[in-house]
C-alpha cells in the first residue's frame, strides 16, 4: 500500500469491461511530509476520493481481485482503498 494525493480524473474512450462503471484517477505517491516521491498511476476509485484528496492506494494485484471478487483474471492493479485524514510521523 502507497498513500498518494488524487492528482486528476482519467476518462477512457475504450477500456477492458472490468473498469466499466468504475472512476480512474491519477494518483501521485507523497511522501509522509506530503511531499511527491516517485511516479504518479493510475488508480480506480473504491472510496469516493476526490482531486487533492490524500488516499491509500492498494497496488497488490491479488488484494485488488479479493476486494472487487471478480475472479482470478481481472487487469486492475492499483485500487484507492481509504481517504487520510491525517498522518503523525510519531
Same mark, same amino acid.
Given at each position: ?40 498511476? =493510475?488508480? *480506480?476509485?473504491?472510496?469516493?476520493? #476526490? !482531486?487533492? @484528496?490524500? +488516499?491509500?492506494?492498494?497496488t ?13 483474471? =481481472?487487469? *486492475?492493479?492499483?485500487?484507492?482503498? #481509504? !481517504?487520510? @485524514?491525517? +498522518?503523525?510521523?510519531?
Amino acid at each position: 500500500m502507497r498513500c498518494c494525493r488524487v492528482v486528476a480524473p482519467m476518462w477512457a474512450a475504450v477500456k477492458h469491461p472490468a473498469f466499466a462503471g468504475r472512476a480512474l484517477f491519477v494518483v501521485q505517491p507523497v511522501d509522509e511530509h506530503g511531499k511527491d516521491t516517485g511516479t504518479s498511476f =493510475v488508480a *480506480i476509485d473504491n472510496v469516493q476520493a #476526490g !482531486i487533492g @484528496d490524500k +488516499v491509500i492506494v492498494l497496488t497488490e494485484g491479488n488484494g485488488v481481485r479479493q476486494i472487487l471478487q471478480m475472479g482470478d483474471i =481481472v487487469p *486492475i492493479r492499483s485500487m484507492i482503498v #481509504g !481517504i487520510v @485524514d491525517q +498522518v503523525s510521523t510519531t
